[in-house]
């Protein structure tokens, strides 16, 4: 008596697996400030929000009120929220949480990012409040009456966003 045994390998739930991974590979998740926002303030209402976030993050020379005095750079951005991303494991937390949901079509990407989005933003806001160095001037502790170097009235801090967008 012979037995031929046929093996058969059903790759339908990897190749759905496989699907469902491929179709986030275009999207991120964008924390800042856009649509060319401008500051409210008297002294900085012409000035867009990211350009001040920009100029913070890497220093300028400064004019108007106070021309030809340097402000220095404070990676806020850069070294500030990387190091809070790595550091609390944050990121790796989120996605070994909602990768498996991701896989097996519980959860679509754009779902992931949504998540995602409202807890950068938060973390941003967290690591401008905590940024401390270089510490202000005399001069700019006296003027706003307060040594935080990113914050002046709250305004940039308080009008950081997130946004779900194409990678770039």
């Known amino acids: 008596m012979e037995l031929n045994v046929g093996i058969h390998s059903d790759t339908s739930k990897w190749q759905q697996m496989k699907r469902n991974l491929q179709k986030g590979k275009n999207l991120a998740v964008k924390v800042g400030w856009f649509d060319g926002k401008k500051h409210t303030s008297e002294r900085s209402q ?3 929000l990211a350009q001040i976030a920009k100029w913070l993050e890497e220093g300028h020379m400064n004019g108007g009120l106070y021309p030809n005095t340097w402000t220095p750079p404070r990676p806020f951005i850069r070294i500030g929220l990387m190091s809070a991303l790595k550091e609390s494991h944050w990121l790796q937390k989120q996605i070994s949480f909602y990768l498996p949901q991701i896989i097996d079509g519980r959860m679509t990407w754009t779902q992931f990012y949504q998540k995602l989005g409202p807890s950068l933003q938060k973390l941003l806001q967290e690591v401008m409040n905590a940024w401390d160095t270089p510490t202000n001037s005399p001069l700019t502790v006296a003027l706003k009456g307060f040594n935080n170097p990113l914050i002046e009235s709250g305004y940039l ?10 990678k770039e």
């Open 46 to 48: 012409n000035i867009t």
């Open 157 to 166: 801090r308080d009008n950081v966003e997130w946004r779900l967008g194409k």
